[in-house]
């Protein structure tokens, strides 16, 4: 079955429909943060990094030295050591894998989504194909400005595209 390409020339709404798009979507990738493997990536090198730390180092000696119960001890003098001396604290117990494994739990349900390169590459892409729809709604703006029923253009029209198309 042959399919038959539309070849009525696109109008202005139709070319405003599809520019929303993707500045929509291109909003969205701007927003959108890290994947569920990067995520997992960052954790897995935090709970490495916390194994080696001199709070896990600490602990270490003070279980090595009979003193496990100090070992458990958190200095609530220093409220940002706090976050630190825990993940080291459970580092230096469970080990860097069990931890960063018990952790990677909590972000399981996310969906893993694109990775940086791929969101920069498609925002590029919408870069490119927002030059072309625009500079066709500018020609269409122009022809019925020629044909004396002008429409008028988007508030956010880029003064670029204009300039570029007259």
């Known amino acids: 079955m042959k399919t038959i390409r539309n070849t009525k020339p696109a ?7 599809e520019i929303a798009a993707l500045h929509a979507e291109r909003a969205d990738l701007a927003n959108s943060g890290p994947t569920r493997t990067e995520l997992e990536a960052q954790i897995t090198t935090q709970c490495h ?3 080696t730390s001199d709070e896990a180092q600490r602990m270490r000696n003070l279980v090595a030295n ?12 220093k ?14 117990v469970l ?7 018990a952790l ?24 490119a194909e927002l ?11 122009e022809a019925s400005e020629l044909a004396g029923a002008p ?11 204009i300039l570029a198309v007259a």
Do not use: W
């Not at 109008?11 to 429909?17: F, G, P």
């Not at 409220?79 to 230096?92: D, E, R």
């Not at 030059?131 to 703006?141: P, V």
């Open 11 to 17: 109008t202005v709404a139709d070319l405003r429909i």
């Open 49 to 51: 990094h916390a194994a």
């Open 66 to 77: 009979g003193m496990a119960y100090e070992a458990f001890t958190l200095d609530h003098r």
């Open 79 to 92: 409220p940002p050591q706090i976050a630190h001396n825990l993940m080291s604290v459970f580092a230096a």
């Open 95 to 101: 080990g860097p894998g069990r931890l960063a494994a």
């Open 104 to 127: 990677h739990e909590h972000i399981a349900h996310l969906p893993d989504g694109s990775t940086a390169a791929e969101r920069t590459a498609r925002v590029v892409a919408i870069n």
């Open 131 to 141: 030059d072309r729809l625009e500079a066709d709604e500018e020609r269409l703006i």
């Open 151 to 161: 429409i008028a253009r988007r508030a956010d029209a880029r003064p670029e595209i």
